[in-house]
């Protein structure tokens, strides 16, 4: 089991991919449409005049709605990329063609950027929480959409379920941390909070750069033959237990 797991969790470069996946989270939780809305979530998960500690426990349950349906998302584009991985080089190309397009529409926020916002209220509070985030998943999907994709175009090439489901983790850290983060901060997150929004354009600039970076050395190979250095580097890898 250990031997499968080391296989799987370090072949291909996966920690580099995670890397990736969790820069990319952080941009979409930095991206204009998902800063402000900040606020509003921790004081609905945690109640109108919840506590601290309740506001944490209601950002951490949000967390994990989301993370459960981004994680399902990997595991699921994991094992399509297994299938179909006969094509590699190929369909490298076409994802790193598409990896582009979500890079180019991140530098155009404001023509791109939308959110489909699921017509039901769930009621306030802890036990919400979970549902409340994954909503948030699936309602935002539109907006966090280009970098949430392009994590999942690396577990399409991963070719594995559980790699892929690793990335989509990553991605849900790098988006989720600073919800939690910003609840352990209440008193000081609105100032952290507009202050990150006034950069939110150069942000998505950034993003976008970022994913455009990501959709090149996909098309030239450069992401593959940097996966296979890597495969190399730790080929010898030996767990301790």
């Known amino acids: 089991m250990s031997d499968f797991l080391v296989d799987q969790v370090f072949d291909g470069g996966i920690?580099?991919?995670?890397?990736?996946?969790?820069?990319?989270?952080?941009?979409?939780?930095?991206?204009?449409?998902?800063?402000?809305l900040v606020p509003g979530y921790l004081a609905y998960v945690g109640g109108v005049a919840g506590s601290r500690r309740k506001v944490l426990t209601g950002a951490t349950l949000f967390v994990?709605?989301?993370?459960?349906?981004?994680?399902?998302?990997g595991a699921l584009f994991g094992e399509l990329g297994s299938r179909i991985i006969s094509n590699g080089e190929n369909l490298a190309r076409l994802l790193g063609a598409l990896t582009i397009l979500f890079g180019l529409i991140f530098l155009f926020p404001d023509k791109f950027y939308r959110s489909y916002k699921i017509?039901?209220?769930?009621?306030?509070?802890?036990?919400?929480?979970?549902?409340?985030?994954?909503m948030f998943g699936l309602g935002w999907t539109p907006c966090i959409g280009p970098t949430l994709a392009a994590v999942q175009t690396i577990s399409i090439i991963e070719a594995s379920a559980l790699r892929g489901a690793i990335l989509s983790f990553a991605y849900c850290i790098g988006l989720g941390l600073p919800f939690i983060l910003f609840a352990l901060l209440i008193d000081?997150?609105?100032?952290?909070?507009?202050r990150i929004a006034r950069?939110?354009?150069?942000?998505?600039?950034?993003?976008?750069?970022?994913l455009i970076t990501i959709g090149l050395?996909?098309?030239?190979?450069?992401?593959?033959s940097l996966m296979a250095g890597l495969r190399g580097t730790i080929a010898d890898f030996v767990p301790v237990v």
Do not use: T
């Open 119 to 134: 017509p039901f209220v769930a009621k306030s509070g802890l036990l919400s929480a979970p549902l409340l985030g994954s």
């Open 188 to 194: 000081k997150s609105k100032s952290l909070q507009e």
């Open 199 to 210: 950069r939110g354009k150069l942000i998505s600039i950034i993003g976008g750069v970022f």
């Open 15 to 36: 920690l580099l991919a995670s890397l990736v996946a969790l820069i990319a989270g952080l941009i979409s939780f930095a991206s204009p449409c998902v800063i402000p």
């Open 64 to 73: 994990l709605g989301f993370s459960i349906l981004f994680i399902s998302y």
């Open 217 to 224: 050395m996909q098309i030239f190979g450069i992401w593959e």
